[in-house]
C-alpha cells in the first residue's frame, strides 16, 4: 500500500522518535513489502543529514532455514548481523507480514532455536540502548495479514496504525511531547516505591473461568521507563525490570490470568495462567497451545524469570488486536514480558525470548476491573489512574 500518511509517519521517526542528525549511521530494517515506507524514512533521514541504508527482512528465507536447516544452521548467529548492531547510530525498523502465522506450524523447537541465534545481537542491542549509543524505533506498515488478524479491513487497519500513532493531528510531535509529559508524571510517581501488587477478582473470561489474578512484584531496584514514541511508535507505557532475587529483590510472586491471547512467533496461547515464586515461573498452564508455551519457557535459563513489568497508558488504543506493538499499549492493562529484560530498566536477565502478554483491568470481556497498588497504596482502579493529570484523565 502507498499512502500519504506514511511520509507524516517517517517525518515523526526521523525528526521525535531518533532524532536523527548529521552523519548518523541508520539501517531501515523491514521487509520489502514495506517498500513505500522504506522510500520515506529514506527521504527523512537524508534531509536529516544522516547515512540510510535498508537491511530488509524475509519470511520466505526465514522459513527456508527453518524447514531446512540443522540445529546449528537455525541457532546461528549471524556475525555480519552482530557487527551491524555494533557499528548503527540508529535502527529504524517496522513489521510488513504478510503472513503472520507463517511459523505455526513448524516444531516449537525450532521455532526457539531462530530466537537464541538472535541472542547475542539482542544482548548487544540492549547493552548499547542502556549505555546510550544506540537510538532506535519499531513501527508498523499496514498489511492485509495484520488487519485480518485484527479483524479490520485493510483500510480500516490503516486508520488504526496511524489514529494510535496520533497522525491525523495537525502536530503528532506536539501531541507525543504532552503524552510524554503526563507519563512522567506516573514514572515520578512510581519511582522509589518498593512493592506493585496486581489485583483482579475470578471470573468468567472470554476463554472460560479463571481463579483471577494476585501478582505481587519487587521494583526496588528498577528504573521506571517512560515509552512516548522513542523507541516504539505508537507508544504508550510506563515499563521498569523486576528485581529479582539474583539482584537482592524479592521478585515476583503469586499468578497471574492473562486476559488476552498470548501471541508469539504468530502463534497464540489462550488463557494463559502462570504461577510465579521467587521472580521465576513455577507453573505454566494453557487452555490452547500449552505445549508451546513450555518450549518457549524452556528455551534457557534466563526464560522463565520474569524481564519487565508494565502499565498501558495509551487510551487511544482500546481493542487488541493481536499485534503487540498495539496490544502492549491499551489503555487500561498491564503486561509482563516473561525473558529478557532491558538493563536500562534495572533488568540484568538474559534470555533468547522476550514474551509480552496481557492482562486486563478495566471492567470489559468479563472482568470485573482491577486495582493497582504501589506499597499498598491504590492508584489504578479498573483501568483508570486515580490521580489527576495522569494519562486517561
Given at each position: 500500500m502507498h499512502d500519504p500518511r506514511l511520509a507524516k509517519l517517517a517525518d515523526v521517526l526521523v525528526r521525535y522518535s531518533t532524532q536523527i542528525k548529521k552523519g548518523d549511521l541508520v539501517a531501515i530494517i523491514g521487509d520489502p513489502t514495506g517498500m513505500p515506507l522504506v522510500g520515506e524514512l529514506y527521504r527523512a533521514v537524508v534531509a536529516a543529514g544522516g547515512n540510510p541504508f535498508f537491511w530488509p527482512r524475509s519470511e520466505d528465507l526465514q522459513e527456508l532455514l527453518v524447514a531446512g536447516g540443522t540445529d546449528e544452521q537455525i541457532a546461528f548467529a549471524n556475525p555480519v548481523l552482530q557487527d551491524l548492531i555494533n557499528r548503527v547510530d540508529v535502527t529504524l525498523s517496522f513489521w510488513a507480514e504478510g503472513n503472520t502465522k507463517f511459523l505455526s506450524r513448524y516444531d516449537s523447537r525450532k521455532v526457539a532455536?531462530?530466537?537464541?541465534?538472535?541472542?547475542?545481537?539482542?544482548?548487544?542491542?540492549?547493552?548499547?540502548?542502556?549505555?546510550?549509543?544506540?537510538?532506535?524505533?519499531?513501527?508498523?506498515?499496514?498489511?492485509?495479514?495484520?488487519?485480518?488478524?485484527?479483524?479490520?479491513?485493510?483500510?480500516?487497519?490503516?486508520?488504526?496504525?496511524?489514529?494510535?500513532?496520533?497522525?491525523?493531528?495537525?502536530?503528532?510531535?506536539?501531541?507525543?511531547?504532552?503524552?510524554?509529559?503526563?507519563?512522567?508524571?506516573?514514572?515520578?510517581?512510581?519511582?522509589?516505591?518498593?512493592?506493585?501488587?496486581?489485583?483482579?477478582?475470578?471470573h468468567k473470561g472470554p476463554f472460560g473461568d479463571n481463579d483471577g489474578t494476585d501478582l505481587t512484584v519487587d521494583v526496588s531496584k528498577a528504573t521506571w521507563i517512560n515509552c512516548c514514541g522513542h523507541s516504539n511508535f505508537p507508544d504508550g507505557e510506563v515499563f521498569a525490570g523486576p528485581t529479582l532475587p539474583s539482584d537482592g529483590g524479592l521478585g515476583v510472586q503469586g499468578h497471574v490470568n492473562y486476559t488476552f491471547p498470548a501471541v508469539y512467533m504468530g502463534r497464540e496461547v489462550h488463557g494463559v495462567r502462570l504461577q510465579f515464586n521467587a521472580g521465576r515461573v513455577t507453573d505454566a498452564r494453557a487452555s490452547k497451545g500449552q505445549d508451546f508455551l513450555h518450549q518457549m519457557l524452556d528455551q534457557d535459563e534466563g526464560a522463565r524469570n520474569l524481564g519487565e513489568i508494565a502499565i498501558g497508558?495509551?487510551?487511544?488504543?482500546?481493542?487488541?488486536?493481536?499485534?503487540?506493538?498495539?496490544?502492549e499499549k491499551i489503555g487500561g492493562t498491564f503486561h509482563a514480558a516473561v525473558g529478557a529484560g532491558y538493563p536500562k530498566s534495572g533488568s540484568n536477565n538474559v534470555s533468547g525470548l522476550?514474551?509480552?502478554?496481557?492482562?486486563?483491568?478495566?471492567?470489559?470481556?468479563?472482568?470485573?476491573?482491577?486495582?493497582?497498588?504501589?506499597?499498598?497504596?491504590?492508584f489504578h482502579k479498573n483501568g483508570r489512574f486515580l490521580k489527576a493529570g495522569l494519562p486517561g484523565n
Open positions: 532455536l531462530l530466537q537464541q541465534g538472535r541472542k547475542p545481537y539482542m544482548q548487544t542491542f540492549m547493552r548499547r540502548e542502556k549505555e546510550g549509543t544506540l537510538r532506535w524505533c519499531g513501527t508498523q506498515f499496514p498489511t492485509q495479514a495484520s488487519a485480518q488478524d485484527a479483524e479490520m479491513s485493510l483500510s480500516q487497519y490503516a486508520d488504526f496504525v496511524f489514529r494510535a500513532g496520533l497522525l491525523h493531528l495537525p502536530d503528532p510531535v506536539a501531541a507525543w511531547q504532552q503524552i510524554a509529559e503526563k507519563q512522567e508524571r506516573v514514572c515520578d510517581y512510581l519511582r522509589g516505591k518498593k512493592i506493585l501488587r496486581f489485583v483482579v477478582p475470578p497508558t495509551n487510551y487511544g488504543i482500546e481493542d487488541f488486536s493481536r499485534n503487540i506493538l498495539f496490544d522476550h514474551w509480552d502478554m496481557i492482562c486486563e483491568m478495566r471492567q470489559r470481556l468479563g472482568c470485573p476491573g482491577g486495582e493497582i497498588y504501589a506499597d499498598g497504596e491504590l
